[in-house]
């Protein structure tokens, strides 16, 4: 049988070499690569923080950008709806409500009895709003016709109120008063 104590004390160097190394590579692993590891793995947690934040950040920046845009093209369209459709001043507002409603009710066969115009400038938005008051008689087919070619008119016409009252007895005419209105760009003295 091998005598092991006598291998041991022969070779001593080099289990001494042996058991130093394995205690440096202990000592290396636990003093350098053991920390090392940690920090890489927060190091990687950090960056996957980061890369979600990153992702968040950027998607709240494509709805900034898409509101900015939506609001530039909302901006675009209103200044094109002022310009294009709204009348640039009272008078065409005026222009506009008098003679085409006039207009309307006539070939809709409904009699105009009276009509009043009311101005109301509004400073703050920079728009004036024109009222009409016209009062009609006709029948309820007339009427009807009437309303439909209103609001199917291109300009820009708001049918804000209508009563109808039932004309005299046995008369099958109705008594119709409609408010109109219609808004334009108000001038610096409010016209």
Known sequence: MMDVRRIAFENRRIIWIIAATLVVNVALYALVVYPLTNRVQTEQQQAGDATRALNTARRAHDVAKGTVTGKKEADAELQKFYRDVLPPDQSAARRLLYLPLNQLARKANL??????????????TGLGKLTVTLNLEGEYDNVRRFIHQLETASEFLVLESVVVRQGSEGERNLSVIAQIATYYMAGGNGN
Do not use: G, I, N, V
């Open 111 to 124: 009699t105009s009895l009276q009509s009043s115009l009311q101005p109301e400038p509004d400073r703050k």
